[in-house]
């Protein structure tokens, strides 16, 4: 395992870095070229309901058979927003699955083709090895993990997978957009000259919060409101940052950084319905070809919010979200003009095309650096030290709690403080 994923032999794509990853050519998809492909979604909350609508949109013969979620209630509300996809949405009760253990059973189905796996991030390294077991093609939303642990657990499977000839798609879903993809071949092309620097953000206002419920126990609280907790989220910069560090690093080719160097810590979410997680963080990346990446994010209401990324060259300079470039002086001198489909449905569109086609998809290589990439700029924040790759590979941090049980007592994790808390 250590020799996948150091930083010397971890995945480095060439100037047409493929928004798709790695294509395994297989003989599994040549009878599903005009079949149904039957699809179960596990993880019900938005963002579940959101993927299992965009996997719909992307073929008209799939069809939902399947759902899971911890809660029961959820899976009412996610059949009930499927509503208008009619017959291809009609989910029998018999495959309608809550607790724990939920996943397991959508896994022991034979008929479902394809799992979209949308719990909190603490779950995916479970859910993934249990689908790759199971021979399932895998729809996984980032990050893909929230330690190292977990995250060398994701790379194993990610080989497996290849091995097996599944389908792996991560959810980092700007790779799948046409404007962001035009806009790298540019870069790549020499248009912005030798590139220089990377400044990038995700500046944001608060998000939700569910105040604790008489009846909530320690465990179904933070499972709740999962966000506020390093062990469920990775905390906002590896659940929500992780966007622009994964975009950073394909403009980089995917090389993995020298070190991460940050800062952050609470300055208005600071009351314990916000569990113990941060709502800033201010990043440095060094890599070894010499360049200095620079990362904020933040999640405070009230506040302007900014989601941007920046790549410096000598010749100009590349506005990725806007998907131009200008020169020196400010000039724009290329900008995107084309068309492009949902980057949502993108998603799915290439992991049943790859199935179909025989040709399967996997972008894990890459989705793994972005996760782990996100989880040393967390763990640098929280300790106030400067973390190399190699103590990250080398991290002993599992954060995986004792038990499984909606009803156990949980401990709220104090708040993390540079200086003091450890690296582990």
């Not at 993995?256 to 113990?276: C, K, L, N, W």
Request: with cysteine; charged share 20%.
């Amino acid at each position: 395992m250590d020799q996948i994923i150091n930083r010397r032999n971890f995945v480095k794509a060439g100037a047409a870095v493929s928004a798709l990853g790695t294509f395994t050519n297989t003989t599994f998809g040549q009878d599903k070229a005009n079949s149904t492909l039957n699809v179960a979604l596990i993880g019900c909350g938005g963002r579940g309901r959101g993927a299992a609508a965009n996997a719909l949109n992307a073929d008209p013969n799939v069809k939902l058979v399947a759902i899971a979620d911890v809660f029961p209630e959820r899976l009412d509300i996610a059949v009930n927003s499927l509503k208008n996809y009619g017959h291809r949405a009609k989910i029998e009760t018999k495959n309608m699955f809550s607790g724990f253990d939920a996943y397991q059973k959508v896994m022991d189905l034979k008929e479902v083709d394809i799992v979209i796996l949308t719990t909190p991030p603490h779950f995916r390294p479970q859910h993934i090895e249990a689908a790759v077991n199971a021979g399932k093609h895998i729809f996984a939303e980032k990050p893909l993990a929230i330690d190292v642990a977990g995250c060398k657990k994701v790379m194993d499977s990610v080989q497996k997978c290849k091995a097996k000839g599944l389908t792996f798609v991560a959810g980092f879903c700007y790779r799948f957009d046409k404007k962001k993809q035009e806009t790298i071949a540019k870069i790549n092309s020499g248009a912005i000259g030798r590139m220089t620097n990377i400044q990038c953000s995700y500046n944001t206002g608060g998000l939700w919060m569910y105040p604790r419920q008489a009846n909530w126990g320690d465990m179904e609280w933070q499972m709740r409101n999962w966000l506020y907790f390093t062990w469920l989220s990775g905390d906002h910069i590896v659940e929500q940052g992780i966007h622009n560090i994964d975009k950073m690093g394909w403009a980089l080719g995917d090389i993995t950084p020298e070190y991460a160097y940050g800062m952050g810590g609470r300055q208005s979410r600071v009351g314990e319905d916000y569990g113990h997680v941060y709502d800033h963080f201010s990043i440095q990346y060094k890599f070894a070809n010499g360049i200095y990446t620079n990362f904020t994010c933040r999640q405070q209401k009230g506040t302007d919010a900014s989601v941007s990324d920046i790549i410096v060259g000598t010749d100009g300079y590349a506005d990725l979200m806007k998907h131009r470039i200008y020169d020196n002086e400010g000039k724009v001198v290329w900008r995107y003009k084309g068309g492009a489909m949902n980057m949502y449905d993108a998603e799915h569109v290439e992991l049943i095309k790859g199935i179909r086609n025989g040709k399967v998809v996997n972008n894990g290589d890459y989705a793994c650096n972005s996760t782990a990439m996100g989880i040393m700029a967390r763990m640098s924040a929280y300790t106030g030290k400067k973390v190399t790759w190699d103590m990250l590979m080398n991290s002993k941090e599992d954060l995986t709690p004792k038990a499984y049980d909606l009803n156990a007592s949980l401990d709220l994790p104090e708040v993390a403080q540079p200086g003091i808390t450890p690296f582990v």
